[in-house]
T-cell receptor
Framework: DTGVSQDPRHKITKRGQNVTFRCDPI?????LYWYRQTLGQGPEFLTY????????KSRLLSDRFSAERPKGSFSTLEIQRTEQGDSAMYLCASSLTPNSPLHFGNGTRLTVT | AQSVTQLDSQVPVFEEAPVELRCNYSSSVSVYLFWYVQYPNQGLQLLLK??????LVESINGFEAEFNKSQTSFHLRKPSVHISDTAEYFCAVSEAGAQGGSEKLVFGKGTKLTVNP
């Protein structure tokens, strides 16, 4: 069990640029979640996958955001035309079953200048 | 929809003192309740959870939480804290259901516990 891995750890980008983050879940976990955490707030649910199927998306996930999990293993989260309000920690988590605990990665901190 | 209120953003205590971190939730349906902990420079980790059964749940490192349905609370307690307990603690809720569990967790804003020598 190598844990949930997220890459990169930090990303600084200019407003208007596109960014992509990667998450590698624990290998046998079929559920994968994306959360966003801003300063002083708890994590907020963005979306989740069961295998390659994206089952739910939060209204927080605007049209500029897209998430994929093409082969049911790693996932990517892309933000197009970044805005300063997108600055946050983006967290990925995975779980084996619905009732099992979430295992979180260390997150990708995005700063939009 | 569910919501979670953590009443204290910061709690400073001295080592070996007792501590209580408060969590209240709001939901129109049955819920599952969780406490996650985030140590400095680490990811969130599950501390304990309530799904059903006994309303008092315990963690391996001495924390406990009690589900109180009438008061819609799930306060976290430890009778004697250590410096190593310094971390941010998040209370979370999800809708109980046939599949249940960890999907779509709704988190509180967190409580920073600082244990001083």
């Amino acid at each position: 069990d190598t844990g949930v891995s997220q890459d990169p750890r930090h990303k600084i980008t200019k407003r208007g640029q596109n960014v992509t983050f990667r998450c590698d879940p624990i290998s046998e976990h079929n559920r994968l979640y994306w959360y966003r955490q801003t300063l002083g707030q708890g994590p907020e649910f963005l979306t989740y996958f069961q295998n390659e199927a994206q089952l739910e998306k939060s209204r927080l996930l605007s049209d500029r955001f897209s998430a994929e999990r093409p082969k049911g293993s790693f996932s990517t989260l892309e933000i197009q035309r970044t805005e300063q309000g997108d600055s946050a920690m983006y967290l990925c988590a995975s779980s084996l079953t619905p009732n099992s605990p979430l295992h979180f990665g260390n997150g990708t901190r995005l700063t939009v200048t | 929809a569910q919501s979670v209120t953590q009443l204290d953003s910061q709690v400073p205590v001295f080592e070996e003192a007792p501590v209580e971190l408060r969590c209240n939730y709001s939901s129109s349906v049955s819920v599952y309740l969780f406490w996650y902990v985030q140590y400095p420079n680490q990811g969130l980790q599950l501390l304990l959870k309530y799904l059903s059964g006994s309303t008092l749940v315990e963690s391996i490192n001495g924390f406990e939480a009690e589900f109180n349905k009438s008061q819609t609370s799930f306060h976290l307690r430890k009778p004697s804290v250590h410096i190593s307990d310094t971390a941010e603690y998040f209370c979370a809720v999800s809708e109980a259901g046939a599949q249940g569990g960890s999907e779509k967790l709704v988190f509180g804003k967190g409580t920073k516990l600082t244990v001083n020598p």
